[in-house]
């Protein structure tokens, strides 16, 4: 790989790293929508969930006293796994290069739903009612099914556990929890499937220094800054990438 592409890589990994850190979600859908562009998804996928089984695991034990273990284990878990093994299935017949267009439509429709709930929210005085079980139960299953297939499943679980779980620090530390879980699983594939190898490990432990640096980073802002305020420009971000992909795919 030429020293271009790596800092092509570093940059567009040390952004979902960030932004994995600021507000536990959307590292792996910003990488994925941004580096998708110059290099293949499951590529991507091999250099990238190393590397974030590391961001969760210390995203997990910085907040570990707020995990809720018990909303982990009885509801979204059990879900979240069912959707992943239908995913993972699917993920053997469909070629992920060629569903690029489907990925980008999957971005720009999350962008706008991010985006719609951060303009509602804007002015909102009372937090965020929880959905029906039938609609969380509905969302945790497609959010496995599009982890199984992209390893982005992260906004469609949020939409359920963000309205239950209204601390930040318990929304990141039991979202560090769950993305380890289902990378592990994620990653099993990759390397069932030879995109995880001696050469793609090599390119991420290279890219260690990016990931630690957009860890730190996010790590303070998550700290300092309003999450809601972030999530709304993570938004307006994964909708211009998305609509830049969708134009890459089309072409």
């Known amino acids: 790989m030429s020293t271009d592409d790596l800092l092509l890589l570093s940059l567009v990994l040390g952004a979902g790293a960030f932004v994995e850190a600021v507000a536990g979600f959307g590292g792996t859908v910003l990488a994925l929508s941004l580096g998708a ?3 293949g998804i499951e590529a991507l996928l091999a250099w990238f969930l190393p590397l974030n089984l590391g961001l969760s695991v210390a995203l997990a034990l910085r907040g570990r006293r707020a995990i809720a273990w018990r909303a982990l284990g009885v509801a979204i ?8 093994a239908a995913g993972t299935a699917l993920a053997w ?4 290069e060629r569903a690029r267009a489907l990925f980008a439509g999957l ?4 962008a706008l739903l991010e985006l719609g709930a951060h303009v509602r929210a804007r002015g909102a005085a009372a937090a965020p009612t ?3 079980p039938a609609a969380q139960r509905g969302l945790l299953l497609g959010a ?8 982005t499943g992260g906004p469609l679980a949020v939409a359920v556990i963000a309205r239950n779980l209204t601390s930040k620090a318990a929304l990141r530390a039991t979202l560090a929890v769950m993305w380890l879980v289902l990378n592990v699983i994620v990653l099993s594939r990759l390397a069932v499937r030879g995109h995880l190898h001696a050469d ?4 991420s432990l290279t890219l260690v220094p990016a990931m630690a640096v957009g860890m730190l980073l996010g790590d303070r802002v998550h700290a300092r800054v309003s999450e809601r305020a972030f999530r709304g420009a993570v938004a307006g971000l994964l909708l211009v990438t998305g609509a830049l992909l969708l134009h890459a795919a089309l072409a």
């Open 37 to 39: 562009r110059w290099f």
């Open 77 to 84: 878990l059990p879900m979240i796994l069912a959707g992943l």
């Open 93 to 96: 017949v469909v070629d992920a």
């Open 107 to 110: 971005v720009i429709v999350v």
């Open 130 to 132: 929880s959905l029906p």
């Open 144 to 151: 496995g099914v599009v982890h199984g297939l992209f390893a």
């Open 200 to 203: 793609s490990l090599t390119t």
